[in-house]
């Protein structure tokens, strides 16, 4: 059942981010390269300290490995189809800079459990930017569906990670399923806002 739950997981994670690499492909979007480099980097780097702490458990971390997988796609698909040059912002800059930080740390001191925390508070950060702009936002910039399907997927992997006994993947989905709820609820929130106006 553990692994069925885990299949699930990763068909609805690959099936949302695919739908969003079809709008690239299509150019019906054009996401920032800059954005998807750190959030690939954070996955990324969060898979690698998860694989070392949990023995290389891939079946209660589905959504870890899947997300980490869908973010590394994106950028490609990005550098490839709406390419329009590389420049970071800021934040990103400093996003990155504490990823490097999160690997001396690791490197320091071996250990992957508590760099694997600290890179999921870095993935929570990166949220921010998104936030920010739903909350300045007039309509709604993202995919409703892709972020609902996101929620999906996390809340049915909180079932292998919490039968496996697998702590750090069990914080991953807590931590994706209150995140990504924030987000869908800030959507909800714009989209009612223009129904209300109109209707004015």
């Known amino acids: 059942m553990k692994e069925y739950a885990a299949l699930i997981v990763a068909m609805i994670w690959l099936s949302g981010h695919a739908f969003y690499i079809y709008q ?6 054009f996401p920032t390269l800059s954005t998807w480099i750190i959030f690939s980097t954070a996955t990324g780097l969060g898979l690698a300290n998860y694989l070392v702490a949990s023995n290389k458990d891939i079946v209660s971390g589905v959504l870890i490995a899947s997300d ?3 973010s590394f796609v994106v950028v490609m698909m ?5 390419y329009s040059g590389l420049k970071f912002k800021p934040f990103e800059k400093y996003y990155l800079v504490g990823a490097g930080f999160i690997v001396l740390f690791w490197m320091i001191t071996g250990s992957a459990f508590i760099a694997n925390l600290l890179t999921q508070t870095l993935i929570a950060v990166g949220y921010l930017p998104t936030i920010q702009n739903l909350i300045r936002a007039e309509k709604n910039p993202e995919s409703l569906v892709v972020w609902s399907l996101d929620i999906i997927a996390a809340s049915i992997s909180l079932y ?13 989905s807590v931590r ?4 990504l709820s924030f987000v869908v609820l800030l959507m909800i929130r714009l989209s009612i806002k223009n129904k209300g106006r109109n209707k004015k």
């Open 24 to 29: 690239i492909v299509r150019k019906k979007i």
């Open 176 to 179: 994706a399923v209150i995140m």
């Open 78 to 82: 990005v550098a490839l189809f709406t």
């Open 68 to 70: 980490a997988f869908a």
């Open 160 to 172: 292998p990670a919490i039968v496996g006994g697998n702590l750090l993947a069990s914080i991953y």
